[in-house]
């Protein structure tokens, strides 16, 4: 019995310090942050990339989106990488004024298509890349929210705060609160403790140089991890933080979690500066 008293202990400790753990953050995740950073003269250059698999049904009006932006167009370039998407679709962006790299992969991976472009394109032209999904909408000052936080705060990586906006069915409920647990707790609560916020998967924002230099070495599809532990292998203390930033929005329909327009999403983009506050819509 004694046996069994001490192994109960030990399942006893092990949960009660990984409950530890995510208590403390999530005390953290309550302390309040600036709303919004100050104004700024420098306009950065921006390489907004797009990496579209299948996105036929949501990639031209995220585009459509995006190209609002109140600030000047000659401050940022927006590529669209077309993977597997119809020509039709293809067409219907070579009319907009972007630019458009088709690719073709036996296996399709977010990362490979962020090689590709960074590969194809002079890069050397941006200060930064922001990595947007194809069913990511923004609003029109959201990269003018970007570069004050960018030129506010020098980092390597910056993170968008998703937060879901529709919650009219049980899984969008779910899923919504999942998303800011995460946000919250991995995210903000880290950021406030001093730490590194972790990464999401879209709405990054990563310093060019740094991005360039790392890009190569992505090889999954969990490419967001991948660029986390490539931050904290780096000697320097850069970090990805957080603060306030947004605006984005997201279009996701609701079976399967596969994307369409027409049920779109609001993002409010929360940066942990990184960035940004997203909203979603399932």
Not at 5 to 13: A, M, Q, V
Not at 49 to 57: C, N, Q, R, T, V
């Amino acid at each position: 019995m004694n046996f069994i008293y001490i192994i109960d202990y030990i399942i006893f400790i092990i949960l009660a310090i990984s409950c530890l753990y995510l208590f403390v953050f999530a005390l953290f995740s309550l302390k309040k942050s600036a709303e919004s950073y100050p104004p700024v003269n420098e306009l950065m250059r921006y390489l907004i990339l797009f990496p579209a698999y299948k996105e036929d049904k949501v990639i031209v009006k995220s585009v459509n989106e995006f190209l609002k932006q109140t600030y000047p167009s000659e401050r940022y370039t927006l590529v669209v990488i077309s993977d597997q998407m119809q020509e039709e679709t293809n067409d219907i962006l070579r009319q907009m004024p972007i630019c458009l790299l088709e690719v073709h992969f036996e296996q399709s991976t977010k990362a490979r298509a962020l090689n590709f472009a960074i590969k194809e394109l002079d890069c050397d032209k941006f200060d930064a890349v922001i990595i947007v999904d194809g069913d990511n909408l923004v609003e029109p000052n959201f990269l003018e929210e970007v570069n004050k936080a960018c030129v506010t705060v020098k980092t390597k990586a910056y993170q968008a705060h998703r937060v879901a906006k529709n919650t009219n069915t049980t899984v969008s409920v779910l899923d919504a609160v999942s998303e800011e647990i995460n946000n919250s707790i991995f995210r903000k609560g880290f950021a406030n403790a001093g730490f590194s916020a972790t990464l999401s998967g879209s709405g990054m924002i990563f310093e060019m140089n740094w991005f360039k230099e790392h890009v190569a070495k992505l090889t999954s599809s969990g490419e967001d991890k991948e660029l986390e532990v490539l931050l904290l292998k780096q000697k320097k203390s850069d970090k990805i933080s957080g603060r306030y930033i947004y605006m984005m929005r997201r279009f996701k329909k609701q079976v399967l979690f596969i994307s369409s327009v027409e049920d779109g999403w609001q993002h409010n983009m929360e940066l942990y500066i990184n960035l940004s506050k997203i909203s979603r819509k399932h």
